[in-house]
T-cell receptor, first 115, second 112 residues
């Protein structure tokens, strides 16, 4: 089946710095990708929809200037957490629709810890 | 407003027993209902999914029951095994390429 990868799998950064997370579709093209955030023992919360070649669509309450999304190619979307703070520490997961069915493929997630 | 409601929050089942997780949705436009399994520190993995044109779908030990009139669907895990211990999420979406609305999750613990 299709594979979605994320890099890095785990990152620690200091408060005030920015960190970039990559999401790649490895064997299929993804014009749309989704970014989720998951806090411990909670569900996945959709942050934004990433569209190749156009601006991302953010969910209500998500700061677009803080969570920068760039979908520069059909296989890569990046999420940059700017001026990170400890409350941004979370598990970030991306997904991409298969394109043939309604199925979406999820990445393995990136654990962000802000100290 | 929570689009998909999931219960129970946690579930303990003996090995060999049946695990049942329930979800309810509000939006009648939803037309795709997947179940995902997630282990700690990992991304969700698709377990089984159903479209509203059928009332049941079975894949191995996993069965989805779908009740369109009640706007409810459930996951049944037959002959539950300790390896099934994970968090399960139901979800719903409408149209292809569209976002998923996730339930709150159910932590399943299968005791040996």
């Amino acid at each position: 089946g299709a594979v979605v990868s994320q890099h890095p799998s785990w990152v620690i950064c200091k408060s005030g710095t920015s960190v970039k997370i990559e999401c790649r579709s490895l064997d299929f093209q993804a014009t749309t990708m989704f970014w989720y955030r998951q806090f411990p023992k909670q569900s996945l919360m959709l942050m934004a929809t990433s569209n190749e070649g156009s601006k991302a669509t953010y969910e209500q309450g998500v700061e677009k200037d803080k969570f920068l999304i760039n979908h520069a190619s059909l296989t890569l979307s990046t999420l940059t957490v700017t001026s990170a703070h400890p409350e941004d520490s979370s598990f970030y997961i991306c997904s991409a629709p298969s394109g043939r069915t309604y199925e979406q493929y999820f990445g393995p997630g990136t654990r962000l810890t802000v100290t | 407003q929570q689009q998909v409601k999931q219960s129970p929050q946690s579930l303990i089942v003996q090995k060999g027993g049946i695990s049942i997780i329930n979800c309810a949705y509000e939006n009648t436009a939803f037309d795709y209902f997947p179940w995902y399994q997630q282990f700690p520190g990992k991304g969700p993995a698709l377990l089984i999914a159903i479209r509203p044109d059928v009332s049941e779908k079975k894949e191995g030990r996993f069965t989805i029951s779908f009740n369109k009139s009640a706007k409810q669907f459930s996951l049944h895990i037959m002959d539950s095994q300790p390896g099934d211990s994970a968090t399960y999420f139901c979800a719903a979406s409408k149209d292809n390429f569209n976002k998923f609305y996730f339930g709150s999750g159910t932590k399943l613990n299968v005791k040996p």
